[in-house]
């Protein structure tokens, strides 16, 4: 059975999917498990994603649209919210992206301690003592990672931390000039 013969997309359902048929569960199908029309799909409390069963296996409910009503998700593609809400899954808010450009698109991490996406607060030893700074990178066209270091004792904490944030800012604006994709709520 194929996923159009289960799931059809609704922009009405809170998944984006209802079921197309009757499902039945327990022994020798008995139980109606899920009704024709209804909502398909149950929230993923641990990735806030909504999700659907699919041979046995937990698949994710925007892929399923996307396969429904885009065609076959290529190799190496992700399907990228636009909005950066995981739970919106109406088609308009879908898009088919490489890896690189859906991390273009992603909020500021929970685990970021400096606040600012791309910038970190970095010790090193050299010597006897420790040089500490700020580090500021981000990824060119070409995937290779730069990096660029404004130390603290040079420039001060807030010296150093203001220009490690106005250099990212400055090279992620001439990335998107060149087409990067870097959306405006990356890393807000």
Not at 64 to 75: F, L, Q, S, T
Not at 80 to 86: A, F, L, M, P, V
Request: charged residues 25%; glycine residues 10%; hydrophobic residues 30%.
């Amino acid at each position: 059975m194929k996923l159009e013969d289960l799931y059809y997309y609704a922009e009405d359902s809170p998944s984006g999917l209802r079921w197309k048929v009757d499902r039945y569960t327990g022994r020798k199908y008995k139980r109606l498990m899920a009704q024709k029309e209804g909502i398909a799909g149950t929230m993923d409390g641990n990735k806030n994603y909504w999700t659907v069963k699919y041979n046995n296996r937990a698949i994710v409910a925007h892929r399923v649209i996307w396969e429904i009503m885009c065609g076959k998700i290529p190799a190496g593609m992700q399907i990228d919210h636009i909005n950066g809400d995981k739970c919106n899954n109406i088609l308009s808010n879908l898009r088919c992206v490489k890896p690189v450009l859906n991390t273009r698109n992603i909020k500021l991490k929970k685990n970021n301690s400096t606040g600012v996406t791309g910038v970190n607060y970095s010790c090193i030893l050299r010597g006897n003592s420790y040089s500490c700074c700020f580090r500021a990178y981000y990824c060119e066209l070409s995937g290779k990672q730069v990096f660029k270091s404004f130390s603290i004792q040079k420039y001060g904490y807030e010296g150093a931390f203001k220009l490690a944030c106005q250099w990212r800012e400055q090279k992620i604006a001439e990335l998107n000039e060149q087409g990067a994709g870097y959306s405006e709520r990356h890393g807000k």
